[in-house]
């Protein structure tokens, strides 16, 4: 259900997205109160150890131990096809030993390093980003929010069927008009288990089972 408590039309799970901003997570609590996938932070940028998210091994370890599905993000800053490529190394780098059944999305919406790119050159990012890990036998997709995905992600590219689109816009119903898989509806969820405010997501399209 939404915010306003009415029945969100197509929703098959009810996710959440986490990170280090996050703290440490009662997984145990979290799983009991009814979350049915997660969505983890593995790092940031370039493939730099100082730079993975400091509860990736936590946050995933234990939703493996609990039989919680989840996929992972990487928080882009890439603005040349060359840095994509560390980007796409760094996430390799922290999936070995580990099986998500949701995609690996990437996150591109950095006002500062990829904004003020061409819509053509945040494609080729986008592209040489998800075919490399998709070369890699993953499921890929793509974050961002509803602004973005109406002005900014807008090439050719990100048309491609077999990414996943995720789409953030705080409201009590998606507006973005074209197809999406998972649709972030608020950043101030309650979970018990998690303290402070929690980003909370619908699945439309049961991916963990796609």
Known sequence: INNKGEVIEGAVKKGIDVSEHNGKIDWERVKKSGVEFAIIRCGYGQDLKEQ??????N?????????????????????????????AKHVLRLLKGHTPTYPIYYDLEDEKMTLPLSKSLKGKIAKEFCDTLSDNGYKVGIYSNLNW?????????????????????YNSHCDYKETYDIWQATSIGKIDGIEGNVDIKNDEVNLSFK
């Open 149 to 169: 995905w109406n002005n900014y992600l807008t090439d050719d590219v990100f048309d491609n069927p077999s990414w996943s689109k995720w789409v953030a816009q």
């Open 52 to 57: 993975d998210d400091k509860e990736w091994i």
């Open 59 to 87: 946050n995933v370890t234990e939703c493996e131990r609990l039989g919680i599905p989840y996929g992972v993000y990487l928080y882009s800053y890439a603005d040349t096809v060359k840095k994509a490529q560390g980007e």
